[in-house]
C-alpha cells in the first residue's frame, strides 16, 4: 500500500510539475496575446475565467460545460468595468443612449434624463451622457458596503417623494422597495427639473460620485426591476417596469440591451391588457398553454395609434362586431326593410359569413384561445433576445 502511495504521489508530483511547466509557457503565450486588444466579446469573457492562464477554444468550453450564462457572469465578476465598456462600444447601445440625448433635447419636456443606476447581481453601475457619449463607473460596493445601504436609503427616498405619481399607484411602493432590496438586476434612471435652479447649475458641474451623493436632489424618471426566469436559467423575467412619460421606452430598450449582454437569450413578462398593444409593438410573444389557457378577447384597430395593428397569429375573428361586414349588413338591412322580408335579411347575414369579406379599416374584434395567464390575470409574454446578433 505504501508503494503504491508513493508511486501515485510522485506521479502527481511529476503531472504537477508538468502542468506548471505548461502554464508557465502558457502565461508567456498569453502575455503577447493581451498586448492586442480583444475584439470579440466571447475572447474576453474567456480571458476572465478564474485560475486560467489562456482562453479556452470552444472545444473545451462544451467539454467543461461552462454556460454562457456562468461565463458572463464571471467576467462581470472579475472586471465589471471593463465588461460594461465593450458593452457601450456595440452599435446598438451607442443608437439607444443617442435617442436619450435626443430626449433630453426637447423644448416641451419637463425633466431631462441625468443617469441611470444599474445593478447586475452583486455589481452596481452608474450609466450617463458626456458631450454626447454614454459612459459607465462602476459603483465598488464590495469595498465599501455601507455606502450602498445609504444609496439604497436614499432611492427609496426618492421614490416617495418623486415628482411623479409612480406608475399612476398601479405599483404599491411597498413592492417597489421589496423589488429594490431583492431584485438581481435593476435600471433605475434619474432626472432633474429643466427649469434652472442654483442646484441644478451647481449638480451639472459635479463629478458622477458628487452626484450620487446628492442623489435625493433628483427625480425617478423610471425603473425596470428583473430577476432570473425560474423556469429557464438562460432567460430573465421583467417583474415590473414603469416611467415618467415618455421614457419607458428608452428604460425597456436599455433593459433588453443589458440582459441581452448578460447572455441571456428571452426576457419573460406578464402585461396588463391595457399594455398589450404596446408590447406586441416591441415583438413580444403570447405564449400559449394548451392546458391551462384562457380565451382571450381583443380589438384591431389600424386607425388607432394605442390599438393593435393586425391580427394575433393564431386569431379568430368574432363576427357581429361593428367593423365587420356582417354588421353592417345586418344593420343597414334593418334599417332599409321591413318585418315583413325578414326571411330575406337572414338570407343576407348568411351570404355575409360564408362570402370572403373585404379588408376594411374599421375596428374588429379576435378571440386568441389558450393564453397564458399569470395569477393576477396578466397576460404571460416572451421575446426573443437578439438585437447583438
Known sequence: ???????????????????SSSRSSSSRRSSSRNSSKTESIHTLLREN????????????????????REVANTALRNNSQGFMEMFFSNDKVQEAFGK???????????????????RLKEEYLYFYIDNGEPKVISINTRAAESKFVVLLDKLDSVFKTSGFKVCSSVLSKEYINYCL???????????????HTKLKNKLSKETPNKKLSHIIAYDCLGFSFLERYKKSKESIYLNAICSNKGFGDKILNITELI???????????????????YYIS??????????????????????????????????????????SLMFKSTKKGARNTSKSNAKT???????????????NSGPKQYILQNVSFDSDSNINMVKELNQFK
Open 100 to 118: 436619450i440625448d435626443e430626449y433630453n433635447s426637447r423644448d416641451s419636456l419637463t425633466h431631462s434624463f441625468e443617469f441611470f443606476i444599474v
Open 181 to 195: 432590496q431583492n431584485n438581481e438586476f435593476f435600471v433605475i434612471a434619474f432626472g432633474m427639473h429643466k427649469r
Open 49 to 68: 475565467i478564474p485560475r486560467l492562464s489562456t482562453p479556452l477554444s470552444e472545444e473545451e468550453i462544451m467539454s467543461l460545460q461552462i454556460k454562457p
Open 259 to 277: 440582459s441581452e449582454f448578460m447572455l441571456f437569450n428571452k426576457m419573460y413578462l406578464s402585461a396588463v391588457d391595457t399594455a398589450l398593444s
Open 282 to 323: 416591441r415583438d413580444y410573444e403570447i405564449i400559449i398553454n394548451r392546458k391551462s389557457g384562457k380565451n382571450l378577447k381583443y380589438i384591431v384597430d389600424p386607425t388607432s395609434r394605442r390599438s393593435i395593428k393586425k391580427p394575433i397569429p393564431g386569431s379568430k375573428e368574432l363576427y357581429g362586431y361593428q367593423g
Open 345 to 359: 335579411n337572414s338570407t343576407v347575414r348568411r351570404s355575409a359569413r360564408s362570402r370572403k369579406r373585404e379588408n
Open 1 to 19: 500500500m505504501s508503494e503504491k502511495s508513493s508511486s501515485r504521489s510522485s506521479s502527481s508530483r511529476s503531472s504537477s510539475s508538468r502542468r
